[in-house]
């Protein structure tokens, strides 16, 4: 069931909700350089100036060749952590390109490379444990930052409530899997920076006793950097904070609706009017560009 937007209220409640999520990512992804340890996180440097022509095909039989060796070896780490990296690969070539604004989305296809990319991280990791290496785990942090750059877009782009929300949610469990991935390459390499970007990407999961952890083992590879950590990562936490109460106002709201009974308003376009109330919000804090 949608969530009821006929109410003037709630749909007020909704566009000051996802204005102060673009605000979040604008603020995360391009001035704290999530992502990108520092230097900024936008599609142009992920995907190297827009891909190939050929796109994800171009990776296609180096992609059937791994997983043929799956087929005959399941638990073979060497050929998983090689989709990990070809997986992605084929997702950053696949982007398109708006003539007009110069602007970049990734395609469809695109976003699936990378849920394939961090589907075979999880099976990589289940198989390989405390033995899981730096290299693979490095691309499947980057993966899982470009399926949080896409989720949101979707949730932006799309006119009804529910898919809204469970974009939203999607984004979350991505820059989750992202501090997770980032984790196991400090534990690899275990230096501030490294460290820094695992308690960014969990404080903007919401996941905050993750994300003191990493400080704590920051703090243990260098105490006076360390101890800057806290402001340093004041305003990431607070925005993880204000994400995950966002998610749970909507989730209420659409529970209250469902245990009502009262009639849908029909998603968030058509809605009394209101049309989207994510529209003219934009996607720029995910993909890089001026906020």
């Given at each position: 069931m949608l969530f009821d937007l006929q109410s003037p209220r709630r749909r007020r409640v909704v566009r000051i909700t996802f204005g102060a999520l673009a605000a979040v990512f604008a603020i995360s992804f391009v001035f704290l350089g999530v992502g990108t340890g520092g230097g900024g996180f936008s599609l142009s440097d992920l995907f190297g100036g827009g891909g190939g022509t050929s796109g994800a095909s171009a990776f296609e039989d180096d992609i059937n060749a791994a997983q043929d060796k799956l087929a005959t070896h399941p638990n073979d780490t060497a050929a998983l952590a090689e989709l990990v990296t070809l997986h992605y690969q084929a997702g950053t070539s696949e982007v398109q390109v708006d003539q007009d604004t110069g602007q970049q989305t990734l395609t469809s296809d695109g976003k699936q490379q990378f849920e394939e990319s961090v589907d075979a991280w999880s099976k990589y990791l289940k198989q390989s444990g405390d033995q899981a290496a730096r290299g693979p785990a490095s691309i499947a942090y980057q993966a899982y930052f470009a399926l949080a750059q896409a989720d949101f877009s979707d949730?932006?782009?799309?006119?009804?409530?529910?898919?809204?929300?469970?974009?939203?949610?999607?984004?979350?469990?991505?820059?989750?899997?992202?501090?997770?991935?980032?984790?196991?390459?400090?534990?690899?390499?275990?230096?501030?920076?490294?460290?820094?970007?695992?308690?960014?990407?969990?404080?903007?999961?919401g996941a905050t006793d993750d994300a003191q952890?990493?400080?704590?083992?920051?703090?243990?590879?260098?105490?006076?950097?360390?101890?800057?950590?806290?402001?340093?990562?004041?305003?990431?936490?607070?925005?993880?904070?204000?994400?995950?109460?966002?998610?749970d106002q909507l989730t209420k709201q659409q529970q209250q609706i469902q245990s009502s009974g009262a009639p849908a308003g029909g998603g968030a376009a058509g809605a009394g009017g209101a049309g989207n109330p994510l529209s003219g919000l934009g996607t720029g804090g995910l993909s890089g560009g001026a906020p």
């Open positions: 949730a932006v782009r799309s006119t009804s409530a529910t898919e809204q929300l469970q974009g939203l949610q999607a984004t979350l469990a991505d820059l989750k899997g992202a501090g997770g991935a980032q984790r196991v390459v400090a534990i690899s390499q275990p230096t501030v920076p490294n460290w820094t970007k695992v308690a960014e990407a969990f404080y903007l999961a952890g990493a400080m704590t083992e920051a703090t243990k590879v260098d105490a006076k950097a360390g101890a800057k950590l806290q402001q340093q990562l004041k305003s990431s936490q607070q925005q993880g904070e204000r994400f995950t109460q966002a998610v």
